[in-house]
């Protein structure tokens, strides 16, 4: 039986890839010639018909909010760079939007990933540079100068080359372990603004609580809690606010009890036996449809409201899992026949610690959904406050914390360690692909943009929707 290579040989093979894959050839931002709003109209196939309008709204907002929606549009584009031939878990829409805080089950505040809807396995350069691009929109979107946006870049990639050093020499279980708690970087911060800025995030995180909630988003009416209804974030299934289409199947398959208890009976059985035991404890007061964020916008996001024989609260969010937007331009995948186990899998391995009621179900015609908390001190960073210092500060943080995920879901460090060298190599490239692909992004919202403008594409924003429900 052959012995398992040393880690010198697998830090030598990392080495020898760059042969494959020299490090400058990472500037070029990939395969940019193609149509962005076929790629568009294409992801929007099989979402909710009427929210679809709404998605391009939110897009149409900023360069950076039509990059969180585009994640389908930078794969297409990543299947035409080179990569190092070293495959990883990854998150598969790694940017600055989707790196936040919430709270371990021990009730300690962590940094770290927030967003897997997307993860796949795939080059680890992918997630890199989805994150590095995000750096250059998000820092021109906030009007810093171009000099802001490569430090942002340069801090990002030389975190990850670091962290990624010292994790090549780590025990396995040690890596495992390892996680990024915010009283950490309160500890270490470099400066007074620094230390004001996690504070002010702790403080934000601690009031995000389900009993925090509960007021602003249900009332009682005498027998039961019930979800308020403001179109179009929130809706009932049935009613003058709803967005479903009336020849739509959920319809057909019965009222949110029926519906619930079908997805509740697969969601138990992917979760531990005690957590089984503590979500028993707790009974369903009702179930809406709640929009979030931009990418997801017109897939079937929902909530339920269930409480326990104190009344006390525990909203979960049941989110539709589709397809990976990686999976059409990697060969093969990790045999996976359930998008929602997909997702809570891929988060369990890649997170330091992830959700406790995390898990996953089938839903009427089949759906594939996950289910999670809605809100256990769940925050991210308002990016619009961030100067520069911070700015690049959050940068490095990001590049640290998808570092941390690679090499704890993929065991690849020494490869990937190799490969980055102890130099500014890949440093360079990045800061020029992002630059390239940042430049890539404004061409392509300006093309998006026409195309809302000329009626190709419909879009609506939220205040739209909302007058169609209520009387100002």
């Known amino acids: 039986m052959p012995s398992a290579p040393s880690l010198k040989d697998r830090i030598n093979n990392g080495r020898r890839a760059r042969e494959q894959a020299k490090r400058s050839q990472h500037k070029h931002p990939g395969a940019t010639n193609r149509d962005p709003v076929a790629i568009l109209e294409s992801s929007s196939e099989g979402r909710l018909e009427r929210l679809v309008p709404l998605r391009y709204g939110r897009m149409l907002a900023s360069p950076f909010a039509f990059y969180r929606g585009t994640a389908a549009l930078q794969a297409h584009d990543l299947a035409g760079t080179p990569d190092s031939g070293f495959r990883v878990l990854c998150c598969g829409d790694a940017h600055i939007a989707n790196i936040g805080g919430f709270a371990s089950p021990e009730r300690h505040l962590l940094l770290d990933l927030n967003d897997f809807d997307e993860v796949h396995p795939a080059p680890w350069e992918w997630d890199v540079k989805r994150m590095a691009a995000s750096l250059v929109v998000a820092a021109r979107f906030l009007r810093h100068s171009e000099s802001v ?11 990850y080359q670091v962290h990624m050093n010292e994790y090549a020499q780590m025990s396995e279980l040690d890596i495992w372990y390892d996680k990024i708690l915010v009283e950490d970087l309160l500890e270490t911060a470099e400066n007074a603004e620094t230390r004001k800025a996690l504070k002010r995030f702790i403080g ?15 009332e009682h009416d005498g027998k039961r809690w019930i979800i308020r209804d403001d179109p179009p974030a929130v809706f009932h299934m049935r009613g003058e606010s709803s967005l479903l289409t009336a020849d739509d199947d959920w319809l057909k398959a019965g009222n949110w009890e029926g519906i619930l208890q079908q997805l509740y009976q697969d969601y ?6 005690d957590r089984r035991t503590l979500l028993q404890r707790f009974a369903p007061q009702d179930m809406a449809f709640k929009v979030v964020g931009v990418g997801s916008v017109g897939t079937r996001c929902l909530i339920t409201l269930l409480t326990d024989n104190q ?3 525990l909203f979960l969010q049941i989110k539709e899992a589709r397809h990976s937007v990686l999976a059409m331009h990697v060969r093969g995948g990790a045999g996976w026949h359930h998008n929602g186990r997909r997702v809570v899998e891929g988060q369990r391995l890649m997170q330091a610690a992830s959700d406790p009621f995390l898990g996953w179900a089938t839903g009427p015609a089949g759906r594939h959904f996950y289910l999670r908390q809605l809100r256990d001190m769940k925050v991210s960073p308002d990016l619009t406050t961030l100067d520069s210092p911070l700015l690049t500060a959050f940068a490095g943080i990001c590049g640290q914390i998808l570092a941390r995920a690679h090499a704890r879901a993929s065991g690849m460090a020494p490869e990937i360690s190799g490969y980055l060298g102890e130099g500014d190599a890949m440093t360079e490239a990045m800061v020029m692909y992002a630059k390239n692909y940042a430049d890539q992004v404004e061409k392509d919202f300006d093309t998006f943009t026409q195309a809302c403008r000329q009626g190709r594409l419909e879009a609506r924003n939220d205040e739209d929707y909302e007058a169609d429900f209520y009387v100002r």
């Open 204 to 218: 934000r995180a601690d009031k995000r609580t389900h009993e925090e909630l509960l007021p602003k988003m249900a």
């Open 268 to 273: 138990l059985k992917t979760l531990a036996a």
């Open 149 to 159: 946006a490569e430090e942002c870049v340069a801090t990002m990639m030389a975190r």
């Open 311 to 313: 009344e006390s609260p």
